[in-house]
């Protein structure tokens, strides 16, 4: 296998971002400078030694820091910062994440991801650490999200209509517990992602193509990021809408490995033969709205009391 130094550059980053490290903390625990730091991010040699002590300190190993075989990522702001860098060189992402890819939400949608994220924090863990892993989690992915416009970056997103059903009949929530004038209010929020997304699909903007799905799928999220290279397949617990949002536990995984990208690959060929694309797409998600009996008043600006 031929190391790529800039490849082991991005995924230290990733990884050192997930455990909230700055240069200089990895700097000062190596007894290096933190320019020696930023030069093995930026692609430069590393040694096998500092390697092996970049593995413990972030709590990999050498192989995944190398991107031999799998890379395991069990924090979702170094997942989400992997997703950005290969992004950065992809030529398409074909994608099912449930509800739907976040590339191709409203610029709106980040303040009631937000939101929720706060709201579905368990009692036990420290807020001011985990509010600001989210807010670096948003950054992320708002980061992605530009990116995507700026390179027109080709996306395939895979729609499930039961999926859709069910987040508008619960909202864009954390938690269920909410008061009703409140639950309208984040209903009213999914309803009109949804119409953002009826709008692409009317709209047919170049390099994005969505496809319905009506039949159940796994929970399970996969991306294919196809550069011109290899393709990579990504496979993660981390949910960003639905049922509930998920950034909280799961091991994430990055693979260029043959067999499973070839599997995958065989999969979003069926899922795209067998969706619904275009004017039926938009005319299915539209029943669904008019089945959800969720009402378009002004939607508010998201409350503020959960940070």
């Known amino acids: 296998m031929a190391i790529r130094f800039n490849e082991i550059g991005e995924r230290l980053k990733a990884y050192r971002l997930g455990r909230g490290l700055q240069a200089e903390d990895v700097a000062e625990r190596l007894g290096i400078s933190r320019a020696a730091v930023y030069r093995v991010e930026a692609g430069g040699v590393v040694k096998i030694e500092t390697l092996e002590r970049l593995a413990t300190l972030l709590e990999t190993t050498v192989a995944s820091l190398l991107g031999a075989g799998v890379e395991y990522y069990s924090s979702p702001v170094s997942y989400f910062e992997r997703m950005r860098q290969i992004e950065e060189q992809a030529d398409q992402v074909v994608a099912h994440f449930p509800p739907l890819s976040y590339l191709l939400t409203s610029d709106s949608y980040s303040a009631h991801l937000r939101q929720t994220l706060v709201e579905a924090l368990p009692a036990h863990i420290p807020r001011e650490e985990a509010v600001a892993e989210i807010d670096a989690i948003i950054a992320i992915l708002d980061e992605r999200k530009k990116a995507r416009k700026r390179r027109r970056l080709s996306v395939v997103n895979f729609v499930n209509i039961l999926e859709i059903e069910r987040w508008l009949k619960l909202g864009v929530v954390g938690r269920f517990n909410l008061p009703p004038t409140e639950l309208a209010q984040r209903r009213l929020a999914a309803r009109l992602e949804i119409e953002h997304l009826i709008g692409l699909i009317e709209s047919e903007p170049m390099g994005i193509q969505i496809g319905l799905i009506e039949e159940t799928l796994p929970n ?88």
Do not use: C
């Not at 196809?226 to 909280?248: C, I, Q, Y």
């Not at 499973?260 to 669904?288: C, M, Q, T």
């Open 220 to 307: 399970i999220t996969f991306q294919l990021f196809r550069t011109a290279e290899k393709t990579l397949l990504g496979l993660s617990p981390f949910r960003l809408g639905g049922e509930l949002p998920n950034v909280r536990s799961g091991i994430a995984m990055l693979t260029a490995d043959e067999e499973p990208v070839r599997l995958y690959e065989e999969i979003a060929d069926g899922l795209w033969r067998r969706a619904l694309k275009g004017s039926d797409a938009g005319l299915a998600l539209r029943a669904v709205l008019d089945r959800s009996g969720i009402a378009q008043p002004p939607l508010r600006e998201p409350s503020s009391e959960l940070v």
